[in-house]
């Protein structure tokens, strides 16, 4: 997905002091309209006021389920810079088809994982008359890992383990990025990281094994559950900070959660509309090389509809403001999807 707003501001994810790991918070969703023609809402956690990243996640779009009286949904061509984008679906599919000549239909289950390096171009359709349902996320890029080259992967055999409950049902665990309970996703990525959906059957409690080098996430997708004693609302992001080996899940009835964590970044991120960068510099450069048609970005193999164009960059130049966790900007409300 893209961001449709017309006037996306800058958003900074400030580096972390590694030594104190901030307290547990409840991170509750914003509706943010996609606008464009073919208008879309969805209930974003991450950036939050609070919270910028976890791990080197830095976007978390929840969406759907579409009605049948909502348009498919639409995102034309546009580029991505300095990231990889996480697209997992809980029902519904959706065709993607990138600038690598990468193309997949995805499916819940499965997962399209897109490593723009320094530059992509996708676009992201969803056959019409589909409940689509879904999470689309972004994971920063090192700074290492900025320039490198595109590229595309659909992962539809991800490692499956039960994570089992003295109580109730036990909880089946798709991994698909990073390791979890013993079980390694073959998707590449760049830093420590992890990304794990678990469906329970029916109602349960259950202990999930954690990194404590990791800080984490736990995202409530269609119904309450409860994190270590802290009841959430579905579109709640719990966020868990570092240091524990483990958190209890409980669940009153058949659900599913997200399950996001990794290693603290340590550099300071700049995002604005589809693009991760240091500086304002990088994101200047980004935009004037997609408005321009730069080979960088090249262009959607096998979709002619016409591109994006990206929105007015902001005048002001970033000063990101003192503290931990800081923001430059009221919420990181026109970064994109
Ligand atoms: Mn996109």
Known sequence: MSNLDTAPTESTCPALDPTASPAPVTLSPREVPLGGPRAMSVRRTLPHRDIRTIGAWCFVDDYGPLTPADPPMAVPPHPHSGLQTVTWLLS?????????????????????????????????????????????????????????????????????????????ADLTAIVFIGTFAGATSPAHHYSPLVGVELSAAGATEALLPLDPAFEYGLLALDDPVTV???????????????????????????????????????????????????????????????????????????????????????????????GRRSVSDEDGAGTGS
Request: charged fraction near 20%; hydrophobic fraction near 35%.
């Open 228 to 322: 270590d004693g802290v009841a959430l609302q579905p579109g709640d992001l719990r966020y868990l900070g570092w240091g524990d080996e483990s958190l209890t899940l409980r669940v009153g009835g058949p659900t599913k959660v997200l399950l996001l964590g990794g290693e603290p970044l340590t550099e300071e991120l700049l995002m604005w509309w589809n693009f991760v960068g240091r500086t304002h510099e990088d994101i200047a450069a980004a935009r004037a090389d997609w408005e321009s048609g730069a080979a960088r970005f090249g262009s959607v193999v096998g979709d002619p509809t016409e591109r994006l164009r990206a929105p007015i960059l902001p005048n002001a130049r970033l000063r990101p403001r003192p």
């Open 92 to 168: 519904g599919t959706v065709q993607h088809r990138d600038s690598t000549g990468g193309a997949s239909v995805v499916r819940p289950g499965e997962l399209n994982i897109m490593t723009s390096g320094r530059g992509i171009t996708h676009s992201e359709y969803s056959a019409p008359d589909e409940q689509v349902r879904g999470v689309q996320t972004w994971v920063a890029l090192p700074s290492h890992a900025m320039a490198a080259e595109p590229h595309f992967e659909h992962h539809a055999d991800l490692p499956r383990v039960t994570v089992p409950s003295p109580t109730g």
